[in-house]
């Protein structure tokens, strides 16, 4: 069910909300926290899919903020307030409001999300591109509990990842983090297996990736050992070496779906090792919502060394 207002205000979208769940039956004690998506009107029907989808693991509701530029200097101090209420099979397993914001009211998106925030529920603020220099303290970001960017969505990705370590405050996440949840419990599997010492270690993945620099930072605080970085083809992060006085571990993933884990003295195996969806890595970063101390040890990690391209 879908319920479009113009020119409207916070109290006529709660009203629209109360009607669309009595119209169809659905109460809205079942939402465990509110979704603030701030975006641009090109990317927000990915954003919108990506949060239902996620909502199937954490049902929500989700505000969705669009500021819309106006064309002409006296629309630009005309403030006027849109908004498409979805709820039911519009709007996943939650509820979802579209925020378009024209004029003064663009520079105040806080103060039109506050009394729409689900009442003694955290708050999760995603920004899936252009994520402010210092979100917490942006003012939507002030508003959350967890604050979620994406290095990939920027042009220079690794220029973007020193500027979150240096505005990192607890609560801060990024996808490019995210995306390495599966490398890094692959490699603490293989590390149990093996039982040996690291003396060395390399990330091979496509240039100016940020997953792959976070990884080898992570790497360098938990280990204490070199990390050099090796330029490949892509995509992302194709392999992962240990050195170890008895040979080499290593996680392999040129392309596809599948990896191979190399340990010493046993036959090589085959792993999954997908590349993720959006929606599931927001639905990862919906299951906790507390400060991610392993993020800031790999931020505040040394760069390491990087080589050129493999033959």
Do not use: C
């Amino acid at each position: 069910m879908k319920i479009d207002l113009t020119d409207t205000n916070a109290s006529k979208i709660n009203k629209a909300l109360v009607q669309g769940r009595r119209a169809i039956g659905t109460p809205a004690v079942g939402m465990v926290l509110t979704m603030v998506i701030v975006t641009d009107e090109e990317n927000a029907y990915d954003a919108i899919r990506a949060a239902e989808e996620a909502s199937h693991e954490h049902p929500s509701r989700t505000l969705v903020v669009i500021r819309r530029v106006s064309r002409t200097s006296r629309d630009r101090t005309k403030s006027r307030l849109d908004a498409e209420v979805r709820v039911g099979s519009d709007a996943g397993t939650g509820e979802t409001v579209v925020l378009r914001l024209y004029g003064e009211v663009s520079d105040h998106a806080d103060s039109v999300v506050l009394p729409l925030l689900l009442p003694d529920a955290p708050v999760v603020v995603w920004w899936p591109v252009d994520a402010p220099e210092r979100p917490f303290k942006d003012p939507l970001g002030a508003l959350a509990q967890r604050r979620i960017t994406d290095m990939y969505a920027v042009e220079h990705p690794l220029d973007a990842l020193e500027q979150r370590a240096a505005s990192y405050a607890p609560g801060d996440t990024d996808l490019a983090w995210t995306r390495l949840t599966p490398w890094r419990s692959m490699l603490a599997a293989a590390l149990d297996q093996a039982r040996t010492d690291i003396t060395s270690a390399t990330v091979e993945s496509e240039a100016e990736n940020p997953s792959a620099e976070l990884l080898a930072r992570w790497l360098h605080a938990r280990l204490g050992v070199p990390v050099e970085r090796v330029v490949t083809g892509g995509p992302v992060v194709t392999a992962v070496s240990l050195g170890t006085e008895k040979g080499e571990i290593r996680i392999d993933r040129p392309e596809g779906p599948l990896a191979t884990l190399s340990l010493p003295g046993q036959p090589s195996r085959t792993l999954a090792l997908k590349v993720r969806s959006t929606s599931e890595l927001i639905a990862e970063e919906l299951r906790r919502l507390d400060a991610d101390e392993m993020y800031a040890v790999a931020l505040a990690g040394d760069g390491a060394e990087r080589k050129k391209s493999r033959a």
